[in-house]
C-alpha cells in the first residue's frame, strides 16, 4: 500500500519553513526520504528506523512516529537548492529493504 | 567513486518492440533494483536482483524481465511494449541486507 504524502505542492521564499509528512496504513519498520530534482536521480535524504528517533543534518531533519505510521520531514531556512520533489518510502514491519514510494510532494523555493 | 550510472539517458521505440535497459551499481553494491516511475508518480517497484537471481517482484507482467551479471550490473528488459509503459527506469543500488540505497539518474523511455 502506498503512503499518502502531504500536502502536494509547497511554495515558499528563501528563509521559510516547511514540513512534509507521509502517513501509511500499515505498521512500519522505516521510513526513506530522498529528494528529486527535475531529470536527475533521488538522493537519498536519509532513513528513520522503528524506534521514533529523529534525525537530521543541517537544516533537514525528520521524525517518525511509529505509533501513528507517520513520519514528516522538517526543512528549515529553506534555500533555493531545496527545490525538487521530497518521496517518502516506508517499508513495512517484518519487510524486505524494499520502500514503497508516494507521490511525492512537489517544493518550489522562490528567491 | 562512481555512483549509479544507466544507459541509455532516453530511448524512443514503438508499440510492440523490445528494449533493454541498463545499470552498473555504485561500487561496493551487490544488489540491484529496478522501477518505474511515471509522469507525476512516485517510483514503483519492479524487481530486484541478487546473486544473479531475482529475489522479490512488485505487481508487473512477465513482459518485464532482467538479469544480473557476475559483476553486479543488471539489464532490465521490456517485451511487446505498450503505450503505457513509456516512463522513467530507475534502478537502485544497496548492499544485501543494508536499507539504504542509491539510484540512478534513470533512463525515459517513450513507446509511440
Known amino acids: 500500500q502506498q503512503p499518502v504524502q502531504s500536502p502536494q505542492a509547497v511554495i515558499l521564499r528563501e528563509g521559510e519553513d516547511a514540513v512534509i509528512n507521509c502517513s501509511s496504513s500499515?505498521?512500519?519498520?522505516?521510513v526513506h526520504w530522498y529528494r528529486q530534482k527535475h531529470g536527475e536521480a533521488p538522493i537519498f535524504l536519509m532513513i528513520?528506523?522503528?524506534?521514533?528517533e529523529q534525525k537530521g543534518h543541517d537544516k533537514i531533519s525528520a521524525s517518525f512516529n511509529e505509533k501513528k505510521q507517520q513520519s514528516s520531514l522538517y526543512l528549515t531556512a529553506s534555500q533555493l537548492s531545496y527545490s525538487g520533489t521530497y518521496f517518502c518510502?516506508?517499508?513495512?514491519?517484518?519487510?524486505?529493504?524494499?520502500?514503497?514510494f508516494g507521490r511525492g510532494t512537489s517544493l518550489i523555493v522562490h528567491p | 567513486d562512481a555512483g549509479v550510472t544507466q544507459s541509455p539517458t532516453h530511448l524512443i521505440k514503438t508499440r510492440g518492440q523490445q528494449v533493454t535497459l541498463r545499470c552498473s551499481p555504485k561500487s561496493g553494491h551487490d544488489t540491484v533494483s529496478w522501477y518505474q516511475q511515471a509522469l507525476g508518480q512516485g517510483p514503483q517497484f519492479i524487481f530486484q536482483y541478487y546473486e544473479e537471481e531475482e529475489r522479490q517482484r512488485g505487481n508487473f507482467p512477465d513482459r518485464f524481465s532482467g538479469h544480473q551479471f557476475p559483476n553486479y550490473s543488471s539489464e532490465l528488459n521490456v517485451n511487446a511494449l505498450l503505450l503505457g509503459d513509456s516512463a522513467l527506469y530507475l534502478c537502485a543500488s544497496r548492499m544485501w541486507g543494508g536499507n539504504i540505497q542509491y539510484f540512478g539518474a534513470g533512463t525515459r523511455l517513450s513507446v509511440l
Open positions: 500499515k505498521a512500519l519498520y522505516s
Open positions: 528513520l528506523l522503528k524506534g521514533g
Open positions: 518510502g516506508t517499508e513495512a514491519s517484518g519487510g524486505s529493504y524494499i520502500p514503497t
